[in-house]
């Protein structure tokens, strides 16, 4: 089904530099493979290789032989790719361009030239499965991270490939959907399709797979079964260690930084947020958990003044957002979002971490320099920072926005879904990140459906369910574990 010989590449057309190096891979049909490596070990690009996005889309420099299904990767368009191997992104954004999920299920299927009938059969059958029913009629743009992960995947069963391959498939998505979609997966691996699934996460996952490949630096180190792969994983730093947490009792004499007061937010006629009240306080780690679609990132646009509440409102330091000027806000309120495309304007990397700091500076805000040196030290910046930030694998993407609002050293910062797409060394690096802030004073929100990440950096937590915060606590580790979320 693939066939690679001494495959290379570069996006360069003169290289070096080689993203992928001197590629060696059969993989068969019926194959269920799981492909491991650190953020910017060629994962994506060889996913791009095997639908022919790679050279015909991204051009670059392709040494070697590739065939797919049969079919020479350097002489096949992706459209003639498009009956036999499906690609689910890794950026939803990019894959999801249709007016309605309805629309967006059936536009491949429309091309493949299938009868309406037909098409109606497929999305439906696939919207129950998944489900999807409920959104049918919505825009993907406006739907919540995990909801766009789903829509996608689904889009791409839809055609049933006779390869399938997917790029970080259960990086935004909550446990419950996650284990549907493993399910899924399994399901039709069981009825002969092969499967490629390029990911971080390496815990029960490992459990279905029958075939693990490990990319370091652009080349295979590991290519084995399953029960031989852990010390590989370590070693190329995709099992994260974190280090111990401390968990000091609750302060309530801290100064309180940020304070939700009955928000509600009312958007075409739909309740998102109803009556959610909070505080937080100086130097608190907090989660904020809840399954895919229930609110969490339009309340982190809230927080942040980006949306108005419908109802309620939102202090920080006793003062409404909403009546702060912007660079205020910026020095008090730093937010990452999921996507971190939407956050990039700058074409080099260096400017990017640093834009925020500049536009601060100019106010007379500007943080202390060595903790704009310490920020790039500890997101491992330094690397990128000559590189356009668009032509980063998503994972160094979500490096370089989490640092540019890391750089403002603003009072409370809000990080929405950071570990998503992230290698287990970068996320042992932000606990630690996150331990640093915590004891200068700084606040630390976090959005995350990782839960062992949650465990692991934070002493309090937060549950959304249906637009209403349902559980507000600070529990030991293993309470955790009652949480109804992660049931």
């Given amino acids: 089904m693939i066939f690679l010989e001494g495959l290379s590449y570069s996006y360069h057309p003169s290289p070096p530099p080689w993203v992928l190096n001197d590629i060696h891979l059969e993989v068969r049909q019926g194959e269920y493979v799981a492909l491991f490596g650190a953020s910017g070990s060629g994962k994506s690009t060889l996913a791009y290789v095997f639908n022919g996005l790679i050279p015909h889309f991204f051009g670059g420099k392709l040494k070697g032989r590739a065939s797919v299904c049969g079919l020479d990767v350097a002489h096949t368009s992706p459209s003639q790719f498009l009956p036999h191997v499906g ?15 309805r629309t967006e299920l059936a536009f491949g299927l429309e091309s493949l030239g299938l009868p309406p009938a037909e098409i109606q059969s497929r ?21 919540s991270g995990g909801e766009k992960q789903l829509v996608a995947i689904a889009s791409v069963l839809c055609l049933r490939p006779r390869v ?12 419950p959907n996650r284990t549907l979609v493993r399910k899924i997966l399994r ?32 080349s295979i180190r590991f290519d084995g079964p399953p029960d031989r792969c852990l010390a590989h994983l370590q070693a190329a730093g995709i099992v994260p260690a974190y280090p111990p947490i401390s968990r000091p009792e609750p302060n309530p004499a801290a100064e309180i930084l940020l304070e939700v007061l009955d928000l509600t937010c009312q958007r075409s006629g739909r309740t998102i947020l109803e009556d959610v009240s909070f505080v937080l306080r100086r130097g608190e780690r907090v989660a904020i958990l809840g399954k895919n679609g229930v609110g969490k990132t339009t309340l982190v646009k809230h927080l942040s003044g980006l949306l108005k509440p419908s109802r309620g409102q939102v202090l920080c330091q006793g003062k409404p957002v909403h009546g702060l000027p912007a660079h205020r806000v910026a020095s008090r309120i730093g937010v990452s979002f999921q996507n971190p495309n939407d956050q990039f304007f700058k074409p080099r990397v260096g400017d990017e971490v640093l834009a925020g700091v500049r536009l601060l500076a100019s106010k007379g805000l500007a943080p202390a320099e ?30 370089v926005a989490l640092a540019s609002i890391a750089a403002m050293a603003p009072k ?59 559980q507000d606590t600070s529990l030991p580790e293993e309470g955790m574990k009652k949480l109804r979320f992660s049931a």
């Fill in 123 to 143: 999305t439906l059958e696939m919207c129950r499965r998944l489900p999807l029913e409920h959104l049918l009629d919505r825009p993907p743009h406006d739907l």
């Fill in 187 to 218: 399901d039709i691996h069981s009825a002969g399709t092969t499967l490629v699934v390029a990911e971080h996460l390496s815990d029960a996952y490992l459990q279905d797979v029958s075939r693990v490949i490990v990319l370091d630096g652009g």
């Fill in 87 to 101: 690609l689910v992104l890794q950026n939803t954004d990019a894959h999801l361009f249709s007016g309605s999920v």
């Fill in 412 to 470: 409370v910062l809000i990080w929405d879904e950071p570990t998503a797409g992230q290698d287990g060394r970068f996320r042992q690096d932000l606990a630690r990140l996150m331990g640093e802030l915590s004891k200068r004073g700084t606040t630390t929100l976090v959005v995350t459906h990782d839960l062992e990440f949650a465990r692991a950096t934070c002493t309090r937590w937060l549950l959304l369910e249906d637009g209403r915060l349902t």
């Fill in 164 to 175: 399938l391959i997917l790029d970080e498939p259960f990086a935004h998505l909550d446990p």
């Fill in 370 to 399: 060595s903790w704009v040196e310490e920020v790039r030290r500890l997101f491992r910046i330094d690397p990128l920072w000559e590189r356009s930030p668009y032509r980063l694998s998503e994972g160094e993407k979500k490096r």
